[in-house]
């Protein structure tokens, strides 16, 4: 069981969530609390928020769509210039908000986000080696390029992004993340360029 506390106006709300446990939780720009279970549900807590999370009484309204489509774990954001980027529905109102900010300074920003377990199996093997200990157990920093292990990697939670065209930071893409992406709730891995996520790593 696990007990959401919520506080606002003075006011006090707590909240039980019996299952499934919650395995995520991201403040969304303007959209409230978003908590991500384990069964790929998401459940979101609008500020104030007096609600029951058991029988969905008083469940707040989803956020606009804004480009953002899907259903459960992950969105589809839609990139300015074309193509798409799967997130979590965690992060995808402000993905989407953050890709047309970048679109309306002329940097049309587009890349890859979510990744399944079974590609991030599939990149440790071209990266770090076949072997089963070199896909699960060799250090992410002596694969060539780094590569996290399966199960730790951001991708697989929909909470990275890799950004096409902004393989080094001289791309024009580049001075414009580090200027904005973290009011959008993104931070830069400092080893790698093109990889931005929710904590930097």
């Not at 919650?22 to 790929?40: E, F, H, P, Q």
């Not at 959008?184 to 929710?198: I, V, Y």
Request: glycine letters at 12%; charged letters at 15%.
């Amino acid at each position: 069981m696990i007990f959401v506390v919520g506080f606002a106006s003075g006011r006090r709300g707590i909240y039980l969530l019996r299952s499934p446990p919650v395995v995520d939780a991201a403040r969304g720009i303007d959209t409230g609390v978003w908590l991500l279970g384990s069964d790929g549900g998401v459940f979101a807590l609008a500020a104030p928020f007096y609600g029951s999370a058991v029988d969905h009484s008083n469940t707040p309204t989803a956020p606009p769509n804004g480009g953002v489509l899907g259903s459960g774990a992950q969105v589809s954001v839609s990139c300015p210039a074309g193509g798409s980027i799967v997130v979590s529905a965690t992060i995808g109102d402000q993905m989407t908000k953050m890709l047309r900010a970048a679109s309306d300074s002329g940097r049309k920003l587009c890349g890859s986000g979510f990744r399944p377990a079974d590609q991030q199996i599939a990149l440790r093997k071209k990266n770090c080696g076949t072997s089963t200990q070199q896909i699960w157990n060799t250090s992410p920093s002596l694969c060539r390029p780094p590569t996290a292990r399966p199960g730790t990697s951001m991708h697989e939670k929909g909470l990275a992004i890799d950004f096409a065209n902004c393989q080094t930071r001289s791309t024009a893409c580049y001075p414009w993340l580090s200027g904005n992406a973290a009011r959008f709730g993104l931070r830069n891995l400092p080893s790698e360029s093109w990889h931005w996520s929710t904590t930097g790593s």
